[in-house]
């Protein structure tokens, strides 16, 4: 079975650019999560999807990061413009939405110059 | 409010010794807990869950984990810790149907 696919792996911006990270799921996977990983700290939920619908955007800061997830199947996650702080790692999971485990892509190192 | 507390940001430990990671929840219903771990550049791997059928429960790579109610604490174990165990280790609590995650014990083993 193949597992939750990120890309790119790594990317390096400029502070006041833009940029999107795409994010395939498992198969059949309803809930899709982007979490955001700040070196030395826990992941912390941005944004969760049932479906192509949004369920918790709650701590989205939705004056730069934006996400779709369309067909309710890949996602991508844009920031823009980027701050300094934008850098981390942004991890994309997905799970089958009856309680069962979340599994966790690779994730995206973000790096904001 | 769900959250956990992870206490000790670095632990030590010798080959072959007992490995202990701490946890501590606080949630004001019965709350669905894990224990995830995470290799240098690697996404999350779930270790081991608890979801209220046993407090004792024994997840991969010989961890397990106690859930004891009194003190609110869901601490990992290992009897006897391999190299391969050195990891970031996250302990989380289920918030609806998304994860809030302590903020992670490193687990360095040396020989």
């Known amino acids: 079975e193949a597992g939750v696919a990120q890309s790119p792996r790594y990317k390096i911006i400029e502070k006041r650019q833009s940029v999107a990270f795409w994010c395939n799921p498992i198969?059949?996977?309803?809930?899709l999560y982007w979490y955001q990983q700040i070196l030395g700290q826990g992941p912390k939920l941005l944004i969760q999807?049932?479906?192509?619908?949004?369920?918790?955007d709650s701590q989205l800061p939705k004056d730069r990061f934006s996400a779709e997830r369309l067909k309710g199947v890949d996602s991508t996650l844009k920031i823009q413009p980027a701050k300094l702080e934008d850098s981390a790692v942004y991890l994309c999971a997905s799970s089958d939405g009856t309680g069962g485990e979340a599994f966790f892509g690779q994730g995206t190192r973000l790096t904001v110059v | 409010a769900q959250s956990v507390t992870q206490l000790g940001s670095h632990v030590s430990v010798s080959e072959g010794a007992l490995v202990l990671l701490r946890c501590n929840y606080s949630s004001s219903v019965p709350p669905y807990l894990f224990w995830y771990v995470q290799y240098p550049n690697q996404g999350l791997q779930l270790l081991l869950k608890?979801?209220?059928?046993?407090?004792l429960v024994k997840g991969i790579n010989g961890f397990e984990a106690e859930f004891k109610k009194s003190e609110t604490s869901f601490h990992l174990t290992k009897p006897s810790a391999h190299m391969s165990d050195a990891a970031e280790y996250f302990c989380?609590?289920?918030?609806?149907?998304?994860?809030?995650f302590g903020k992670g014990t490193t687990l360095s083993v040396s020989s």
């Open positions: 198969s059949g996977h309803a809930t």
């Open positions: 608890y979801t209220s059928a046993a407090t």
């Open positions: 999807f049932q479906n192509n619908g949004v369920v918790d």
């Open positions: 989380a609590v289920e918030a609806g149907t998304a994860l809030i």
